[in-house]
């Protein structure tokens, strides 16, 4: 059973910053690749970044240059650092772990409002 604990979100101000945790076993860290996905309200689950076990990112257009995806091998944990918030960042965002199967965490709510 793989298991994604998501951490992190909340209310934040537009410009703000927040950075979103998601923790899992090792094993799980090593041989996955691992994402962030996000879905705003009445809206379909979309990608914002990934990152592979060799290190590598991918992001969606929108969040480039503001969203660095990253991964703390010892803590088995991914992170997405999220600066210069925009309300249309507003979404619950989920951890996803990828390989022949996808596996979700539960989500994390990020509102950014004033």
């Known amino acids: 059973q793989v298991q994604l604990v998501e951490s992190g979100g909340g209310l934040v101000q537009p410009g703000g910053s927040l950075r979103l945790s998601c923790a899992t076993s090792?094993?799980?860290?090593?041989?996955?690749?691992m994402g962030w996905y996000r879905q705003a309200p009445g809206k379909q689950r979309d990608l914002v970044a990934t990152?592979?076990?060799?290190?590598?990112?991918n992001y969606t257009d929108s969040v480039k240059g503001r969203f660095t995806i990253s991964r703390d091998q010892a803590q088995s944990t991914v992170y997405l650092l999220m600066n210069s918030l925009k309300p249309e960042d507003t979404a619950v965002y989920y951890c996803?772990?990828?390989?022949?199967?996808?596996?979700w965490g539960k989500g994390t709510l990020v509102t950014v409002s004033s």
């Open positions: 990152i592979t076990n060799g290190g590598t990112t």
């Open positions: 090792r094993s799980v860290f090593s041989l996955y690749v």
């Open positions: 996803n772990a990828r390989r022949a199967l996808s596996y």
